[in-house]
């Protein structure tokens, strides 16, 4: 069974500082990966999707790499800004899960303070 | 171009009572799945529509219906709810096409049971 953590938690950190955010998942046959920013009460807006053959994916100040062998995957947000400030998700999709089902992680929750 | 829409965005009933929460999906899309996530938690996925029938489901109750129409919208029914059913419930919606049953989220619904 797929299990998905993020650690840590929880991060706070001043503008401009560089945030990283660490997803890690137990069964490496995954079809892709994706990061998700989720605002207070709202739902999930999808920030980058990595296939399983990639390393990397890039979006401005976002990069999300991949290692599918070691079951990691991190995001980086260069220069943080205030705006910043969300919960930050990341979901596998299985190589069985032919209809694209995605299993979470429990987030991080990034404060960026001015 | 409409994304995906749910209603209603907020809703309180107590204990004991049903609720359907409702989902349009985003256009071209012929696939709606539906997640819940509890407070602090990432979502958990509920179960999937695809021509009108649930075609996978998570590890729910059968207290956890659904339903999809002719013009793909879908509803989520809720019966005999209890207090653990308060949460955010999402609705996503894709389709086999170029990007391959990649999940659209729509805002979702805040269901709390008292």
């Known amino acids: 069974k797929q299990e998905v953590t993020q650690i840590p938690a929880a991060l706070s950190v001043p503008e401009g500082e560089n945030l990283v955010l660490n997803c890690s998942f137990t069964?490496?046959?995954?079809?892709?990966l994706q990061w998700f920013r989720q605002d207070p009460g709202k739902g999930l807006t999808s920030l980058l999707l990595i296939q399983s053959s990639q390393r990397e994916q890039t979006s401005g100040r976002l990069n999300a790499s991949l290692d599918k062998s070691s079951g990691r995957s991190t995001l980086y947000i260069a220069a943080s800004q205030p705006g910043d400030s969300a919960t930050y998700l990341c979901?596998?999709?299985?190589?069985?899960?032919?209809?694209?089902?995605?299993?979470f992680g429990a987030g991080t929750q990034v404060v960026v303070t001015p | 171009d409409a994304g995906v829409t749910q209603s209603p965005t907020h809703l309180i009933k107590t204990r004991g009572q049903q609720v359907t929460l409702r989902c349009s999906p985003k256009s071209g899309h012929d696939t709606v799945s539906w997640y819940q996530q509890a407070l602090g938690q990432g979502p958990q996925f509920i179960f999937q529509?695809?021509?009108?029938?649930?075609?996978q489901r998570g590890n729910f109750p059968d207290r956890f219906s659904g339903h999809q129409f002719p013009n793909y919208s879908s509803e989520l029914n809720v019966n005999a709810l209890l207090l653990g059913d308060s949460a955010l419930y999402l609705c996503?919606?894709?389709?086999?096409?170029?990007?391959?049953?990649?999940?659209?989220f729509g805002p979702g619904t805040r269901l709390t049971v008292t």
């Open positions: 069964d490496s046959a995954i079809y892709n």
């Open positions: 996503a919606s894709s389709s086999n096409g170029q990007r391959g049953y990649e999940q659209y």
């Open positions: 979901a596998v999709r299985g190589t069985t899960d032919s209809w694209g089902k995605l299993q």
């Open positions: 529509y695809y021509e009108e029938e649930e075609r």
